[in-house]
């Protein structure tokens, strides 16, 4: 299936979904600070799945729907992905954490919605 705003609504639904996981995961094993969340490899490995996927997702969008989203197209979620994907053992956990806070921040979800939203109202007209 080619890029399509029909197609990014259903890649941002399943981002969303993603960025819900992470926010669970923090608040499932009370990591409320970057040491706790280094303390605890089942809150790091749901939360670098999560990323993961975001990265494998955000691939599937459309140009203007990725530079939509800014914690996709800042540059920083590939560098993350690939600290994860490529040096897992060796994380850098502050960085693992700050970039996870990022993701789940409160005008981050704004975005993915408004987004979708967008996607929504002018589908038919490119497709």
Excluded: W
Excluded at 51 to 72: E, G, H, K, P
């Amino acid at each position: 299936m080619g890029k399509t705003l029909g197609r990014d609504i259903q890649v941002l639904l399943k981002i969303l979904t993603y960025m819900d996981k992470m926010k669970d995961a923090l608040k499932r094993y009370q990591c409320k600070t970057s040491s706790e969340f280094a303390g605890n490899e089942d809150c790091m490995d749901i939360c670098s799945f999560c990323i993961l996927q975001i990265d494998s997702l955000s691939r599937q969008l459309t140009t203007d729907s990725y530079q939509a989203i800014n914690f996709i197209s800042t540059g920083n979620l590939v560098p993350v992905r690939n600290m994860i994907a490529h040096d897992y053992i060796k994380l850098n956990r502050q960085v693992l954490y700050s970039f996870v806070q990022d993701c789940i921040q409160h005008r981050n979800f704004d975005q993915v919605k408004n987004r979708i939203k967008y996607c929504q109202e002018h589908k038919n007209a490119s497709e």
